[in-house]
Protein backbone atom coordinates (compact mmCIF):
# COMPACT_ATOMS: atom_id res chain seq x y z
CA UNK A 1 0.00 0.00 0.00
CA UNK A 2 1.10 3.17 -0.09
CA UNK A 3 1.17 5.19 2.98
CA UNK A 4 1.90 8.36 4.55
CA UNK A 5 2.87 9.12 7.94
CA UNK A 6 2.24 12.93 9.30
CA UNK A 7 4.83 14.27 11.89
CA UNK A 8 8.35 12.78 12.42
CA UNK A 9 8.84 12.84 16.15
CA UNK A 10 9.09 9.38 17.96
CA UNK A 11 5.82 7.85 16.70
CA UNK A 12 5.62 9.12 13.62
CA UNK A 13 9.41 7.96 12.55
CA UNK A 14 9.10 4.55 14.11
CA UNK A 15 5.95 3.66 13.15
CA UNK A 16 6.52 4.92 8.80
CA UNK A 17 10.40 3.22 8.80
CA UNK A 18 8.40 0.02 10.62
CA UNK A 19 5.79 -0.04 8.09
CA UNK A 20 8.18 0.20 5.21
CA UNK A 21 10.11 -2.79 6.03
CA UNK A 22 6.76 -4.82 6.06
CA UNK A 23 6.83 -3.87 2.33
CA UNK A 24 4.77 -0.26 2.10
CA UNK A 25 5.93 2.63 0.49
CA UNK A 26 5.67 5.10 3.12
CA UNK A 27 6.16 9.10 2.88
CA UNK A 28 7.19 10.59 5.87
CA UNK A 29 6.28 14.45 6.48
CA UNK A 30 6.65 17.58 8.41
CA UNK A 31 7.05 21.35 8.11
CA UNK A 32 10.08 21.29 9.88
CA UNK A 33 12.60 21.36 6.93
CA UNK A 34 15.82 20.71 9.05
CA UNK A 35 14.41 17.75 10.34
CA UNK A 36 13.29 16.62 7.43
CA UNK A 37 16.55 17.20 5.69
CA UNK A 38 18.74 15.57 8.24
CA UNK A 39 16.62 11.78 7.99
CA UNK A 40 16.89 12.13 4.21
CA UNK A 41 20.72 12.15 4.84
CA UNK A 42 20.17 8.99 7.54
CA UNK A 43 20.72 11.10 10.62
CA UNK A 44 18.07 10.07 12.33
CA UNK A 45 16.98 13.10 14.95
CA UNK A 46 16.06 10.77 17.99
CA UNK A 47 18.01 8.01 19.56
CA UNK A 48 16.23 4.53 19.27
CA UNK A 49 18.49 0.98 19.02
CA UNK A 50 18.40 -0.34 16.23
CA UNK A 51 16.44 2.86 13.82
CA UNK A 52 19.05 3.86 11.48
CA UNK A 53 19.82 0.22 10.68
CA UNK A 54 15.95 -0.72 9.93
CA UNK A 55 15.97 2.43 8.10
CA UNK A 56 18.01 1.47 5.67
CA UNK A 57 16.11 -1.96 5.71
CA UNK A 58 13.14 -0.64 4.95
CA UNK A 59 14.55 1.18 1.47
CA UNK A 60 15.07 -1.99 -0.01
CA UNK A 61 11.86 -3.39 0.90
CA UNK A 62 8.41 -0.81 0.47
CA UNK A 63 10.82 2.41 0.03
CA UNK A 64 10.79 5.21 2.71
CA UNK A 65 11.39 9.15 1.44
CA UNK A 66 11.10 12.14 3.74
CA UNK A 67 9.50 15.56 2.13
CA UNK A 68 8.03 19.07 3.49
CA UNK A 69 4.76 18.80 0.88
CA UNK A 70 1.75 17.17 1.97
CA UNK A 71 0.12 17.65 -1.26
CA UNK A 72 1.86 14.82 -3.31
CA UNK A 73 1.57 12.28 -0.89
CA UNK A 74 -1.79 12.44 0.32
CA UNK A 75 -3.28 12.00 -3.04
CA UNK A 76 -0.32 9.33 -3.65
CA UNK A 77 -1.58 7.43 -0.43
CA UNK A 78 -4.37 4.65 0.45
CA UNK A 79 -3.50 5.58 4.26
CA UNK A 80 -2.82 8.85 6.13
CA UNK A 81 -1.43 8.40 10.14
CA UNK A 82 -1.72 11.65 12.03
CA UNK A 83 1.22 11.03 13.96
CA UNK A 84 2.15 15.29 15.02
CA UNK A 85 2.24 16.16 18.68
CA UNK A 86 -0.62 16.56 20.87
CA UNK A 87 1.49 18.46 24.10
CA UNK A 88 -0.53 19.77 27.03
CA UNK A 89 -1.37 22.86 28.20
CA UNK A 90 -1.50 24.58 31.12
CA UNK A 91 -4.65 23.41 31.92
CA UNK A 92 -3.54 19.64 31.81
CA UNK A 93 -6.24 19.00 28.82
CA UNK A 94 -4.20 18.42 25.20
CA UNK A 95 -3.13 21.06 22.74
CA UNK A 96 -4.60 19.83 19.55
CA UNK A 97 -3.39 22.89 16.90
CA UNK A 98 -1.11 20.43 15.59
CA UNK A 99 -3.78 17.84 15.06
CA UNK A 100 -6.19 20.64 13.79
CA UNK A 101 -3.87 21.55 10.89
CA UNK A 102 -2.88 18.46 9.93
CA UNK A 103 -6.68 17.19 9.66
CA UNK A 104 -7.25 20.31 7.56
CA UNK A 105 -4.05 20.33 5.16
CA UNK A 106 -5.22 16.32 4.66
CA UNK A 107 -8.32 16.98 3.32
CA UNK A 108 -7.74 20.13 1.48
CA UNK A 109 -5.10 17.41 -0.41
CA UNK A 110 -7.31 14.70 -1.51
CA UNK A 111 -8.86 13.61 -4.62
CA UNK A 112 -11.77 11.63 -5.88
CA UNK A 113 -8.87 8.92 -7.26
CA UNK A 114 -9.23 6.25 -4.29
CA UNK A 115 -10.62 5.72 -1.07
CA UNK A 116 -8.69 6.73 1.66
CA UNK A 117 -8.50 5.89 5.68
CA UNK A 118 -7.45 9.12 7.79
CA UNK A 119 -5.40 7.16 11.18
CA UNK A 120 -4.99 9.64 14.55
CA UNK A 121 -1.92 7.58 15.62
CA UNK A 122 -1.10 10.52 17.78
CA UNK A 123 -2.56 9.57 21.42
CA UNK A 124 -5.91 12.59 21.42
CA UNK A 125 -8.37 12.94 24.02
CA UNK A 126 -11.87 10.63 23.47
CA UNK A 127 -13.99 12.58 20.21
CA UNK A 128 -11.15 13.48 18.34
CA UNK A 129 -12.29 11.15 15.36
CA UNK A 130 -15.21 12.93 15.28
CA UNK A 131 -13.14 15.98 15.28
CA UNK A 132 -10.75 15.29 12.39
CA UNK A 133 -13.55 13.93 10.34
CA UNK A 134 -15.22 17.46 10.47
CA UNK A 135 -11.47 18.84 9.60
CA UNK A 136 -10.89 16.80 6.76
CA UNK A 137 -14.44 17.74 5.35
CA UNK A 138 -13.74 21.43 5.71
CA UNK A 139 -10.68 21.21 4.02
CA UNK A 140 -11.98 19.35 1.12
CA UNK A 141 -14.42 21.80 0.88
CA UNK A 142 -11.28 24.80 1.04
CA UNK A 143 -9.19 22.40 -1.88
CA UNK A 144 -12.01 21.12 -3.72
CA UNK A 145 -15.40 22.19 -2.94
CA UNK A 146 -16.66 21.09 -6.39
CA UNK A 147 -16.05 17.41 -6.18
CA UNK A 148 -16.91 17.18 -2.25
CA UNK A 149 -19.55 14.28 -2.73
CA UNK A 150 -17.10 12.24 -4.83
CA UNK A 151 -14.28 12.15 -2.11
CA UNK A 152 -14.55 9.58 -0.44
CA UNK A 153 -12.76 8.76 3.07
CA UNK A 154 -12.98 6.69 6.55
CA UNK A 155 -11.09 8.03 10.31
CA UNK A 156 -9.65 5.63 12.64
CA UNK A 157 -8.04 5.38 15.60
CA UNK A 158 -5.24 3.29 15.92
CA UNK A 159 -3.57 4.11 19.28
CA UNK A 160 0.56 3.00 20.04
CA UNK A 161 1.67 1.20 22.13
CA UNK A 162 5.88 1.58 21.91
CA UNK A 163 7.90 1.95 24.40
CA UNK A 164 11.29 4.45 23.83
CA UNK A 165 14.09 2.14 23.70
CA UNK A 166 11.99 -1.08 22.75
CA UNK A 167 9.98 0.83 20.11
CA UNK A 168 11.09 -1.94 16.96
CA UNK A 169 10.34 -4.72 19.23
CA UNK A 170 6.87 -3.34 20.03
CA UNK A 171 6.22 -2.41 16.26
CA UNK A 172 6.85 -5.67 15.39
CA UNK A 173 6.07 -7.91 17.67
CA UNK A 174 3.04 -5.87 19.23
CA UNK A 175 0.64 -7.47 22.31
CA UNK A 176 -2.34 -6.36 20.53
CA UNK A 177 -3.52 -3.85 17.39
CA UNK A 178 -6.42 -1.97 17.92
CA UNK A 179 -8.03 -0.49 15.04
CA UNK A 180 -11.40 1.66 16.14
CA UNK A 181 -13.54 2.94 13.14
CA UNK A 182 -17.47 3.64 12.53
CA UNK A 183 -17.61 1.17 8.70
CA UNK A 184 -16.46 -1.96 7.96
CA UNK A 185 -14.73 -0.40 5.10
CA UNK A 186 -12.38 1.41 6.85
CA UNK A 187 -11.64 -1.41 9.11
CA UNK A 188 -10.70 -4.22 6.45
CA UNK A 189 -8.33 -1.13 4.74
CA UNK A 190 -6.70 -1.09 7.64
CA UNK A 191 -6.97 -5.11 8.33
CA UNK A 192 -5.20 -5.34 4.68
CA UNK A 193 -2.37 -2.75 5.94
CA UNK A 194 -1.29 -4.64 8.98
CA UNK A 195 -1.65 -8.31 7.32
CA UNK A 196 2.03 -8.80 7.14
CA UNK A 197 2.00 -7.74 10.85
CA UNK A 198 -0.60 -9.83 12.29
CA UNK A 199 0.54 -13.10 10.38
CA UNK A 200 4.02 -12.66 11.11
CA UNK A 201 5.20 -12.75 6.87
CA UNK A 202 7.85 -10.55 7.16
CA UNK A 203 12.02 -12.11 8.08
CA UNK A 204 12.71 -10.54 11.55
CA UNK A 205 16.06 -8.05 11.35
CA UNK A 206 18.53 -9.80 12.75
CA UNK A 207 18.97 -7.34 15.63
CA UNK A 208 15.22 -7.55 17.25
CA UNK A 209 14.77 -11.08 16.45
CA UNK A 210 11.02 -12.43 17.19
CA UNK A 211 10.86 -13.62 20.49
CA UNK A 212 10.64 -17.44 21.39
CA UNK A 213 7.47 -17.44 22.98
CA UNK A 214 5.65 -14.92 20.18
CA UNK A 215 2.22 -16.58 19.39
CA UNK A 216 1.72 -17.01 15.61
CA UNK A 217 -0.57 -14.40 15.24
CA UNK A 218 -0.78 -10.60 16.18
CA UNK A 219 -4.45 -10.21 18.02
CA UNK A 220 -6.30 -7.51 16.22
CA UNK A 221 -8.81 -5.87 18.41
CA UNK A 222 -11.81 -4.04 16.38
CA UNK A 223 -13.24 -0.96 18.47
CA UNK A 224 -15.53 2.38 17.83
CA UNK A 225 -13.82 5.22 17.19
CA UNK A 226 -14.36 6.44 21.06
CA UNK A 227 -13.46 2.93 22.68
CA UNK A 228 -9.93 2.88 20.81
CA UNK A 229 -9.08 6.55 22.19
CA UNK A 230 -10.27 5.77 25.54
CA UNK A 231 -8.04 2.34 25.40
CA UNK A 232 -5.10 4.37 24.39
CA UNK A 233 -5.65 6.39 27.85
CA UNK A 234 -7.03 3.67 30.39
CA UNK A 235 -3.28 1.60 29.29
CA UNK A 236 -1.20 4.57 30.42
CA UNK A 237 -3.54 5.72 33.31
CA UNK A 238 -3.26 1.92 34.67
CA UNK A 239 0.78 1.61 34.01
CA UNK A 240 1.16 4.78 35.56
CA UNK A 241 -0.84 3.89 38.29
CA UNK A 242 0.62 0.56 38.77
CA UNK A 243 4.12 2.22 39.04
CA UNK A 244 2.70 4.49 41.49
CA UNK A 245 1.95 1.30 43.71
CA UNK A 246 4.89 -0.23 43.93
CA UNK A 247 6.39 2.91 44.80
CA UNK A 248 3.52 3.47 47.07
CA UNK A 249 3.96 -0.10 49.30
CA UNK A 250 7.89 0.52 48.83
CA UNK A 251 7.72 3.60 51.00
CA UNK A 252 5.57 1.82 53.52
CA UNK A 253 8.34 -1.13 53.08
CA UNK A 254 10.77 1.09 54.80
CA UNK A 255 8.57 2.06 57.80
CA UNK A 256 8.10 -1.91 58.42
CA UNK A 257 11.54 -2.92 57.59
CA UNK A 258 10.25 -5.06 54.83
CA UNK A 259 12.37 -5.55 51.39
CA UNK A 260 10.60 -4.16 48.27
CA UNK A 261 11.91 -6.16 45.58
CA UNK A 262 10.97 -8.87 47.81
CA UNK A 263 7.61 -7.62 48.03
CA UNK A 264 6.98 -6.87 44.75
CA UNK A 265 8.61 -10.06 43.52
CA UNK A 266 6.09 -11.94 45.81
CA UNK A 267 2.92 -10.25 44.45
CA UNK A 268 3.63 -9.96 41.04
CA UNK A 269 3.86 -13.88 41.09
CA UNK A 270 -0.08 -13.58 41.00
CA UNK A 271 -1.85 -14.34 37.42
CA UNK A 272 -3.89 -11.57 38.35
CA UNK A 273 -1.19 -9.13 38.83
CA UNK A 274 1.48 -9.96 36.88
CA UNK A 275 5.35 -8.61 37.34
CA UNK A 276 5.67 -5.98 35.11
CA UNK A 277 5.84 -2.57 36.14
CA UNK A 278 6.18 -3.58 40.06
CA UNK A 279 9.60 -1.79 39.98
CA UNK A 280 9.90 0.58 42.82
CA UNK A 281 11.80 3.98 42.28
CA UNK A 282 12.23 7.86 41.82
CA UNK A 283 9.13 7.49 40.12
CA UNK A 284 7.98 7.46 36.03
CA UNK A 285 8.78 10.00 33.47
CA UNK A 286 8.89 10.68 29.67
CA UNK A 287 6.50 12.03 27.70
CA UNK A 288 2.87 9.46 27.26
CA UNK A 289 2.25 8.82 31.54
CA UNK A 290 1.78 12.31 32.81
CA UNK A 291 0.23 13.84 30.03
CA UNK A 292 -1.92 11.34 29.45
CA UNK A 293 -3.52 11.43 32.72
CA UNK A 294 -3.85 14.60 33.16
CA UNK A 295 -5.75 14.69 29.48
CA UNK A 296 -8.27 11.98 31.10
CA UNK A 297 -8.46 13.83 34.30
CA UNK A 298 -9.59 16.88 32.07
CA UNK A 299 -11.58 14.68 29.69
CA UNK A 300 -12.95 13.02 33.13
CA UNK A 301 -14.05 16.81 34.68
CA UNK A 302 -15.41 17.66 31.82
CA UNK A 303 -18.04 15.24 32.05
CA UNK A 304 -18.31 15.75 36.04
CA UNK A 305 -16.65 13.07 37.08
CA UNK A 306 -13.33 13.41 39.66
CA UNK A 307 -10.79 11.05 38.86
CA UNK A 308 -9.65 10.38 42.57
CA UNK A 309 -7.16 7.73 41.56
CA UNK A 310 -5.73 9.52 38.70
CA UNK A 311 -4.85 12.34 40.95
CA UNK A 312 -3.68 10.26 43.84
CA UNK A 313 -1.00 8.30 40.62
CA UNK A 314 0.19 11.64 39.70
CA UNK A 315 0.42 12.95 43.33
CA UNK A 316 2.60 10.13 44.59
CA UNK A 317 4.71 10.35 41.35
CA UNK A 318 5.47 14.40 42.13
CA UNK A 319 6.76 13.28 45.82
CA UNK A 320 8.74 9.77 44.98
CA UNK A 321 11.17 12.32 43.31
CA UNK A 322 12.17 14.15 46.46
CA UNK A 323 12.72 10.94 48.45
CA UNK A 324 16.43 11.79 46.40
CA UNK A 325 16.73 14.65 48.38
CA UNK A 326 15.38 13.38 51.52
CA UNK A 327 17.82 10.47 51.94
CA UNK A 328 21.13 12.76 50.60
CA UNK A 329 20.00 14.95 53.68
CA UNK A 330 19.33 12.14 56.00
CA UNK A 331 23.06 10.85 54.93
CA UNK A 332 24.94 14.40 54.44
CA UNK A 333 22.45 16.52 56.53
CA UNK A 334 23.55 19.81 55.11
CA UNK A 335 23.71 19.52 51.20
CA UNK A 336 25.38 23.16 50.13
CA UNK A 337 29.11 22.77 48.94
CA UNK A 338 28.47 19.22 48.71
CA UNK A 339 29.51 17.41 45.45
CA UNK A 340 26.46 15.45 44.34
CA UNK A 341 27.10 13.13 40.99
CA UNK A 342 24.56 11.70 39.05
CA UNK A 343 24.19 8.41 36.81
CA UNK A 344 21.78 8.96 34.21
CA UNK A 345 20.11 11.95 33.01
CA UNK A 346 17.64 10.42 30.63
CA UNK A 347 14.44 9.23 32.02
CA UNK A 348 14.55 5.70 31.35
CA UNK A 349 17.41 3.12 29.46
CA UNK A 350 18.48 3.47 25.97
CA UNK A 351 16.73 6.38 24.80
CA UNK A 352 18.02 10.59 25.07
CA UNK A 353 14.52 11.65 25.79
CA UNK A 354 14.55 14.49 28.81
CA UNK A 355 10.96 15.17 28.81
CA UNK A 356 9.42 15.05 32.34
CA UNK A 357 12.98 13.00 33.24
CA UNK A 358 12.95 13.09 37.28
CA UNK A 359 16.39 13.86 36.47
CA UNK A 360 15.99 17.21 35.81
CA UNK A 361 14.00 17.66 38.98
CA UNK A 362 16.80 16.74 41.05
CA UNK A 363 19.55 18.33 39.48
CA UNK A 364 17.13 21.73 40.27
CA UNK A 365 16.19 21.02 43.12
CA UNK A 366 19.90 20.27 44.19
CA UNK A 367 21.34 23.22 42.67
CA UNK A 368 18.65 25.40 45.00
CA UNK A 369 19.79 24.01 47.72
CA UNK A 370 23.87 24.96 46.81
CA UNK A 371 25.05 21.71 45.71
CA UNK A 372 27.42 21.00 43.14
CA UNK A 373 26.62 18.42 40.30
CA UNK A 374 28.65 16.19 38.44
CA UNK A 375 26.32 14.02 35.88
CA UNK A 376 27.25 11.33 33.05
CA UNK A 377 24.77 9.47 31.03
CA UNK A 378 25.76 7.07 28.09
CA UNK A 379 23.15 9.01 25.56
CA UNK A 380 21.41 11.43 26.80
CA UNK A 381 24.12 14.45 27.86
CA UNK A 382 24.16 16.11 24.31
CA UNK A 383 20.26 16.80 24.48
CA UNK A 384 20.59 17.98 28.10
CA UNK A 385 23.40 20.47 26.65
CA UNK A 386 21.02 21.54 24.15
CA UNK A 387 17.58 22.11 25.76
CA UNK A 388 19.08 22.68 29.55
CA UNK A 389 21.93 25.31 28.78
CA UNK A 390 20.58 27.17 31.90
CA UNK A 391 21.81 24.03 34.41
CA UNK A 392 25.32 24.87 36.02
CA UNK A 393 26.50 21.04 36.03
CA UNK A 394 29.84 19.45 34.98
CA UNK A 395 28.93 16.95 32.80
CA UNK A 396 31.59 14.02 33.12
CA UNK A 397 33.32 11.51 30.74
CA UNK A 398 32.46 8.06 32.61
CA UNK A 399 30.93 7.01 35.92
CA UNK A 400 34.61 6.77 37.62
CA UNK A 401 34.89 10.39 36.51
CA UNK A 402 31.19 11.27 38.46
CA UNK A 403 32.35 9.64 41.46
CA UNK A 404 35.79 11.53 42.03
CA UNK A 405 35.40 13.12 44.99
CA UNK A 406 31.64 13.26 45.27
CA UNK A 407 30.16 13.08 48.37
CA UNK A 408 27.45 11.12 47.21
CA UNK A 409 26.48 9.11 44.17
CA UNK A 410 22.83 8.70 42.62
CA UNK A 411 21.60 5.92 40.40
CA UNK A 412 18.99 7.66 38.06
CA UNK A 413 18.70 5.90 35.20
CA UNK A 414 19.44 1.95 35.33
CA UNK A 415 21.69 2.19 31.99
CA UNK A 416 22.68 -1.61 31.52
CA UNK A 417 26.69 -0.63 31.55
CA UNK A 418 25.98 1.06 35.21
CA UNK A 419 24.56 -2.56 36.66
CA UNK A 420 28.10 -4.18 35.93
CA UNK A 421 30.50 -0.70 37.42
CA UNK A 422 33.43 -1.67 39.18
CA UNK A 423 31.50 -1.00 42.90
CA UNK A 424 34.94 -1.32 44.90
CA UNK A 425 36.42 1.38 42.76
CA UNK A 426 33.98 3.85 42.10
CA UNK A 427 34.04 3.95 46.13
CA UNK A 428 37.90 4.48 46.20
CA UNK A 429 37.07 7.63 43.97
CA UNK A 430 34.92 9.22 46.27
CA UNK A 431 35.27 11.30 48.87
CA UNK A 432 32.34 9.83 51.37
CA UNK A 433 31.22 6.58 49.73
CA UNK A 434 27.43 7.16 50.24
CA UNK A 435 25.16 6.00 47.16
CA UNK A 436 21.53 6.53 46.64
CA UNK A 437 20.02 3.43 44.01
CA UNK A 438 16.98 5.88 42.97
CA UNK A 439 16.07 2.23 40.62
CA UNK A 440 17.28 -0.42 43.09
CA UNK A 441 20.02 -1.61 40.51
CA UNK A 442 22.28 -2.35 42.73
CA UNK A 443 22.70 -5.59 45.12
CA UNK A 444 22.65 -4.01 48.64
CA UNK A 445 24.99 -6.60 50.07
CA UNK A 446 27.62 -5.92 46.86
CA UNK A 447 27.55 -2.38 47.61
CA UNK A 448 28.30 -2.64 51.28
CA UNK A 449 30.91 -5.05 51.03
CA UNK A 450 32.57 -2.39 48.40
CA UNK A 451 32.24 0.35 51.30
CA UNK A 452 29.15 2.00 50.23
CA UNK A 453 27.01 3.57 52.95
CA UNK A 454 24.13 2.12 50.37
CA UNK A 455 20.22 2.93 50.65
CA UNK A 456 17.72 2.13 48.17
CA UNK A 457 13.92 2.80 47.65
CA UNK A 458 11.88 0.66 50.31
CA UNK A 459 14.93 -1.40 51.26
CA UNK A 460 16.50 -2.00 54.69
CA UNK A 461 19.05 0.10 56.01
CA UNK A 462 20.75 -3.32 57.63
CA UNK A 463 20.71 -6.95 55.70
CA UNK A 464 17.95 -8.73 57.90
CA UNK A 465 16.27 -12.79 57.49
CA UNK A 466 13.64 -13.70 59.73
CA UNK A 467 13.67 -10.33 61.64
CA UNK A 468 17.26 -11.18 62.49
CA UNK A 469 20.09 -8.37 61.74
CA UNK A 470 23.56 -8.62 60.14
CA UNK A 471 22.63 -12.38 58.24
CA UNK A 472 22.77 -12.00 54.30
CA UNK A 473 19.28 -12.04 53.28
CA UNK A 474 18.09 -14.89 50.12
CA UNK A 475 17.55 -13.17 46.80
CA UNK A 476 14.57 -13.45 45.37
CA UNK A 477 14.09 -14.28 41.87
CA UNK A 478 11.50 -14.31 38.74
Not at 60 to 73: K, M, N, P, S, V
Not at 76 to 94: K, Q, R, Y
Not at 249 to 258: D, F, L, P, Q, T
Not at 363 to 378: S, T, W, Y
Request: with cysteine; proline share 5%.
Amino acid sequence: MRVTVIGTGYVGTVTGVCLAYLGHRVTCVDTDSRKIARLQNHDIPIYEPGLEELLVMAEHAGGIDFRTDLTEAVAESDVIFIAVGTPPLPTGEANLAYLEAAARSTGAAMDASRYRVVVNKSTVPVGCGNLVETLIREGIREGNPWKEREIGFGVASNPEFLREGSAIGDSLYPDRIVLGAQDPRTINLLKDLYHPLVEQQFAPPTFCARPADFPGTVPVVTTTLTSAEMIKYAANAFLAMKIGFANEMANICEKVGADAPEVMTGIGLDSRIGVSFLNAGIGWGGSCFGKDVQSLMHIAGDYGYQARLLEASLAVNRLQRQLVIQKLQEKLYILKGRTIGLLGLAFKPNTDDLRDAPSLQIIERLLQMGARIRVFDPIAMDACREQNGHLKIHYCDSALQVAEDADAIVLVTEWPEFRVLDLDLVARQMAQPILVDGRNLFDPIAARLAGFDYCGIGRTESPRVHGKRGTTPRAASV
